[in-house]
């Protein structure tokens, strides 16, 4: 599962002590005549995991025994984009004692060393087997706008806007671009010396497009356009080309991107070994009773950045909280008996990672302890399943049959979303793993499998792992959790 935090200020800053800074790298000091400096990446995360350590910590000391109320607004720790700004009584003592304690993430500095990003042969790759389907499908063309599968083609990364920007793949040769005509150069920086074709303001994109396909001889045969593409373009592309020529290129496009090649696989194996390694850290150094689930959060994002990763994101929820599965508004305090979910991944290269994990940091009741066992022995039901030539919907039976056998409830009483969702370049993509899917598993294609038990008002269990089918099984991308005290 996914859920998506912009941990970034709108300016794209991030702040530390008062002080604005790139989580890139260049620290900017202003003020008091001091000159912008610049810092190594890691030595920064690294002050920053000491400084949330020690706010953890200190917020917890603040409550007193008890163990119940917050810290006044004259000394809580605000918590800001993975690090953490003082005020009040406690900043001072926050920065000496974060100078002295010790790195609780050291352990995952230069963890996705080495696992190279996809490069031009990589990417031509992947055109010269779309343009073999697209050939052998009677098709001329696929038309293409920004996103996953425009970064997957040519790794251009651009915004969605009014103004169409497109990709056009023929079945032969070399792509096209069509491109606004104040944006060429721009353009140009991401595209090489690949052919672009502008448009003015007043011209229609569309028509440059169809001139396009006639001149390569490209001009009776459908034209597929990738699956997202937004409806206004599609219905210019119909305009032009005419309605019936413009077709659904999902079945090209899903084919393609669902069998991942072995420099991809790479990725997405140290994307999640990546996360489960942070997660490991996060339980083992920075879960308190009585921080707050934002506070988890901030930690579990940062020590995924110390082991490489970009583009983090966490969902952290505590004790009842959990019975949401994809969260709710409150900020809960962590308490005895609670479980902990952490449902958390980031990007290597644009590949994802997605994994969740659920424990018990303190002492929980029978029925807590066997709704997570059955959540496990579901998930290990799946797991025997996942090999070639089984449909996905066979999958999400053999989850779904274990937490019905053990009296959860049947369907999605308890259970209440499908088992599993294909990964890759998008946190979600095909395939999914969902009741009475019919596509059938095929080596190459990656997923999650991500059973739960969810009781209202009570608690929340998930485990989820990222797996890989093989020519002769599965592969399952780092350890499967231990136990219910485990994070990892």
């Not at 608690?459 to 592969?475: N, S």
């Amino acid at each position: 599962m996914n859920v998506r935090v912009d941990p970034r200020r709108a300016d794209g800053s991030r702040a530390v002590h008062g002080r604005s800074f790139s989580i890139g790298g260049a620290l900017d000091h202003r003020g008091s005549g001091r000159h912008a400096a610049t810092v190594d990446r890691r030595a920064l995360l690294r002050a920053a995991g000491a400084a949330l350590m020690v706010a953890g910590t200190g917020c917890r000391r603040m409550r007193g025994a008890a163990g119940t109320q917050p810290p006044s607004d004259s000394t809580r720790s605000t918590l800001v984009s993975g690090v953490v700004e003082h005020s009040g009584a406690i900043e001072h003592a926050g920065r000496a004692d974060a100078a002295s304690a010790p790195d609780p993430f050291a352990r995952l500095d230069g963890f996705c060393d080495g696992i190279a990003p996809p490069d031009g042969a990589e990417r031509a790759g992947h055109r010269e087997r779309l343009q073999r389907a697209l050939y052998d499908g009677g098709h001329d063309a696929l038309v293409i706008e920004p996103g996953a599968t425009l970064q997957y083609l040519s790794g251009v990364r651009w915004g969605l806007s009014e103004r169409p920007f497109l990709m056009v793949l023929p079945r032969r040769g070399e792509p096209v671009w069509v491109v606004p005509a104040f944006e060429e150069r721009t353009a140009r920086e991401q595209t090489g010396d690949t052919a672009i074709v502008v448009w003015q303001e007043h011209q229609s994109p569309y028509a440059q497009l169809a001139a396009i396909l006639t001149e390569r001889g490209l001009a009776r045969r459908p034209v597929a356009v990738e699956p997202q593409m937004r409806h206004f373009v599609v219905q210019g592309l119909r305009e032009v080309l005419g309605a019936g020529r413009v077709v659904d290129g999902a079945a090209w496009v899903q084919a393609q991107r669902m069998r991942k090649q072995p420099a991809e696989l790479a990725r997405l194996r140290r994307a999640n070994e990546a996360t489960k390694a942070a997660l490991r850290q996060v339980a083992a150094h920075a879960v308190r009773l009585g921080m707050r689930q934002s506070t988890l959060a901030q930690q579990v994002r940062l020590a995924q950045q110390r082991a490489g990763l970009t583009d983090v994101w966490a969902l952290v929820l505590f004790g009842p909280n959990a019975a949401f599965p994809h969260g709710t508004a409150d900020d809960r305090t962590l308490a005895e008996g609670d479980l902990v979910l952490v449902d958390t991944g980031g990007s290597l290269h644009g590949y994802r990672s997605d994994i969740t994990r659920t424990w018990a940091p303190s002492s929980v009741s029978a029925d807590v302890r066997r709704a997570w066992s059955v959540v496990a022995q579901a998930q290990r039901a799946a797991l025997e399943q996942i090999r070639p030539g089984v449909p996905c919907g066979a999958i999400d039976a053999a989850a779904r049959a274990v937490i019905e056998q053990a009296g959860f409830g049947a369907d999605y009483q308890r259970f209440t979303h499908r088992l599993g969702h294909g990964i890759g370049l998008e946190v979600h993509e095909h395939p999914y793993l969902v009741k009475d899917a019919v596509r059938v598993l095929e080596p190459g294609m990656t997923m999650s499998n991500e059973p739960g038990i969810y009781v209202p008002d009570r608690f929340g269990v998930r485990i989820e792992d990222i797996v890989a089918v093989t020519d002769d099984g599965h592969e399952i991308f780092g350890p499967l959790v231990e136990g219910l005290e485990s994070a990892v």
